[in-house]
């Protein structure tokens, strides 16, 4: 049995979206379907699908964090793999039969689909969302898997077993430190790439960076648990592995002036990041933020 979680914060109208692509999924094992969320107007949602697929439940959510409802989540789920996505994202038709075929090898514990970005090429953000999944973490991810090296999840469409953990720490992304915690155990973290989640980005630059910003201070906290974690995710393997790629991707003068607009937004990230942090001593903490032009 799998149990396929959606965690939801006030997004009853994307949250619908989100369930349909998962019923749409001809599913091969059996499976319970749980929506994870504190609002009332995503509970109404769930319920009215209920009321057909008895598989869907409802779970409510404290409002507390992300991290917070997944270690409370954890205590119930029944499956012996568990796959987690968000209630603002929705996934291809197969992506839940490419996730779990991974499993077959009983070395592989933990998975990771593809995010892929609905916004447009044609506006600079959504040309940044394209760069950065494409040439960056679907390049990197489809490297490392194809060299039996970890990599991390997108927290979009990740799955693992359930002998992994059922707690996780509140301050640092849960689609780090549960790879982390699968690397560590002796398994194997593997890409699922046909498995694709799909994803509208942020359309303001103000709403880019906050996203970012949170991201990235995220990953940075699992210092805190492992020093020598072979971190993905970081300034320095932006500059040292991101630089040609990206500089590759435009095919434009205007995509190319883009490109160079996003290298300077990335730094002036990092920057904020290693300055809250160090001086200001503003680290990562679990909380639900809305990041209103992705909704």
């Not at 107007?41 to 409002?63: L, M």
């Not at 839940?96 to 998975?111: H, Y």
């Not at 942020?202 to 910003?213: A, E, L, N, S, V």
Request: glycine letters at 4%; charged letters at 30%; hydrophobic letters at 40%.
């Amino acid at each position: 049995m799998i149990s396929i979680v959606i965690t939801s914060f006030k997004e009853p109208k994307s949250v619908k979206k989100a369930i349909e692509s998962i019923i749409k999924n001809k599913i091969k094992e059996k499976y319970e379907l749980i929506i994870v969320a504190p609002d009332k107007e995503t509970e109404q949602v769930v319920k009215e699908f209920s009321k057909k697929n008895k598989r869907i439940k409802y779970f409510k959510d404290p409002g507390k964090g992300k991290s917070f409802a997944l270690n409370l989540i954890f205590k119930i789920l029944k499956g012996d793999i568990w796959i987690f996505t968000d209630g603002d994202v929705y996934i291809s038709d197969n992506a839940i039969n490419e996730i779990t075929n991974k499993f077959k090898d009983p070395l592989v514990a933990c998975v990771t689909g593809r995010p892929v970005p609905t916004n447009s090429k044609k506006t600079m953000l959504g040309f940044w969302a394209h760069l950065l999944y494409d040439a960056g973490a679907h390049k990197i991810r489809k490297e490392l898997n194809e060299k039996d090296q970890f990599l991390e999840c997108s927290g979009y469409l990740f799955a693992f077993r359930n002998n992994i953990t059922k707690n996780i720490p509140l301050n640092v992304a849960e689609d780090t430190i549960i790879p982390y915690l699968t690397m560590k155990k002796g398994y194997k973290v593997r890409y699922a790439e046909k498995a694709l989640v799909y994803v509208k980005n942020p359309t303001t630059i103000g709403d880019f960076i906050k996203q970012r910003k949170r991201t990235a201070k995220a990953h940075e906290t699992l210092e805190q648990y492992s020093p020598f974690f072979p971190k993905v995710k970081s300034l320095r393997n932006e500059i040292i592995k991101g630089t040609i790629p990206a500089l590759k991707y435009p095919k434009t003068i205007k995509e190319l002036l883009w490109t160079s607009l996003l290298f300077f937004t990335r730094f002036y990230i990092w920057v904020l990041v290693k300055l809250e942090d160090r001086l200001l001593k503003k680290r990562y903490t679990d909380a639900w933020e809305r990041i209103e032009t992705t909704k």
